[in-house]
């Protein structure tokens, strides 16, 4: 039976899995956690991964599949702009992995996820009527801000494909948003604030900051979020405002999964009317918004397993991308 090994290499969190394939199916095995910043490389994060109790070492897996918040390049190097270290599988010692190692986008990783038992029990958030033959959007907002696309093939499935689109800049529009927009310039010492500044769990510090002049880690902001209202009111627009212009450009009328861990342990954020209002308001197209399904993934590592789906279909060597329905 052929090995994977899988890996969701976050901001806060680097996650691994065993997986096996059996017959056309990934099976699950075994999965670790370990902190991104108790690492002072990935080699390091690697040699962690080894000297670990995890059921799979590197070198024995068939394929390993890394999945790395940040753009990718020939699938072997990436600069993460959460992470204090750079990727690049060419310089990995042959005792830390398999030869047959490749790095993927982390979203690239949740939109194959799609079509495994990660998402099987996603929640739904608005009813409504996917659009045959139109993409499905993926955004979620934890340490940084992913996104990705799940666009129709001529096969009647979905090819996933990666974006960097967190990058984009942020559309602040009212005066008081003007003025945290200043705030905000002036904590992160950049002119330009990309959407993942504000919707991140270190946006999620500078807004509380804003609002209540007070400094708190985004876990204590988020468990006590009852207790701010005007917060948790900012931070729910925002989402839904950015999850509004990411499904308008992409005419994802498909449907929108959000993922992430901010929104999958506190659902409050888009079940919240701000959200909903926010993402709704789109002149002239109200009634088409109105209809596309929500659904939040609370999986926290389903990473991993459309890391190892994408392994499974590098392993059968597939020309294109494993089909989706």
């Not at 902190?35 to 109790?53: D, P, R």
């Not at 200043?182 to 330009?192: A, P």
């Not at 604030?193 to 807004?207: A, C, F, N, P, W």
């Amino acid at each position: 039976m052929k090995k994977i090994l899988a890996a969701d290499i976050g901001g806060t969190n680097s996650r691994f899995a065993a997986f096996t394939i059996h017959g056309k199916k990934i099976r699950y095995d075994s999965s670790i956690w370990i902190s991104t910043n108790a690492a002072s490389s990935f080699s390091h994060l690697l040699e962690l991964l080894v000297h670990s109790n995890f059921d799979l070492h590197p070198i024995k897996a068939d394929v390993a599949i890394f999945g790395v918040a940040g753009p990718v390049v020939d699938g072997l190097r990436c600069s993460p702009p959460n992470i204090a270290w750079d990727i690049d599988l060419t310089t990995i010692p042959d005792t830390f992995c398999c030869a047959n190692a490749l790095l993927i986008n982390d979203f690239l990783a949740q939109a194959y996820a799609v079509s495994t038992p990660a998402f099987s029990n996603a929640l739904e958030i608005t009813a409504g009527t996917s659009v045959p033959n139109c993409p499905i959007a993926m955004l979620g907002a934890g340490t940084g801000l992913g996104k990705s696309l799940l666009v129709p093939d001529r096969s009647g499935g979905y090819l996933p494909v990666p974006t960097e689109g967190g990058h984009g800049v942020f559309p602040f529009i009212t005066k008081d948003e003007v003025e945290y927009a200043e705030f905000l310039r002036s904590k992160i010492q950049r002119t330009t604030i990309i959407q993942d500044h504000v919707l991140s769990g270190s946006g999620l510090e500078h807004l509380f900051e804003f609002h209540t002049g007070n400094v708190a880690p985004s876990h204590t902001v988020v468990a006590h979020f009852t207790e701010h209202p005007t917060v948790l009111k900012w931070f729910a627009r925002f989402y839904g405002r950015v999850c509004r212009n990411f499904v308008l450009d992409t005419f994802a009328l498909g449907g929108l999964y959000i993922t992430g861990g901010i929104a999958a342990k506190n659902p409050i954020v888009i079940e919240h009317d701000e959200f909903k209002t926010a993402f709704r308001g789109c002149e002239p197209h109200n009634d088409i918004f109105s209809n596309i399904p929500i659904k939040l993934n609370q999986n926290e590592e389903s990473g991993l397993w459309g890391a190892a789906q994408y392994g499974a279909d590098h392993l059968m060597h597939t020309s294109e991308p494993h089909p989706m329905v």
